[in-house]
């Protein structure tokens, strides 16, 4: 499966974004994850096949939205309240084999291109 994110960008702390990770197929578990420099992939969310179950990092619960249109094979990560530590490359992943939605970045064996955000104070 071939995977494409795209949405990033520069925004104010309090502000918001939506990134896109469009997908080659729609028969996959497909999960975000982020890198900021110098510190380890951390795990964002997560979304099932058929998009009705989620799974979220604590540090985004409450702010963050993950949703998938499997017509449109894309999957979206609506960011708010974004807050300067959210500040990383933002990677989509995904596997067809995942169980309960893996925060663990070995459970996925493809991935994208990442798109870097950005958050200033």
């Known amino acids: 499966v071939q995977l494409q994110a795209s949405g990033g960008g520069l925004v104010q702390a309090g502000g918001y974004l939506r990134l896109s990770c469009a997908a080659s197929g729609s028969t996959y578990t497909i999960a975000w994850f982020r890198q900021a420099p110098g510190k380890e992939r951390d795990f964002v969310a997560a979304v099932s096949r058929s998009g009705g179950s989620t799974n979220y990092a604590d540090s985004v619960k409450g702010r963050f939205n993950i949703s998938r249109d499997n017509v449109k094979n894309t999957v979206y990560l609506q960011m708010n309240s974004l807050k300067p530590e959210d500040t990383a490359v933002y990677h989509c992943a995904a596997d067809n084999n995942v169980v309960s939605l893996s925060s663990t ?17």
Do not use: L
């Open 105 to 121: 970045s070995s459970r996925y064996r493809y991935w994208g291109p990442g798109t870097q955000v950005t958050v200033s104070s």
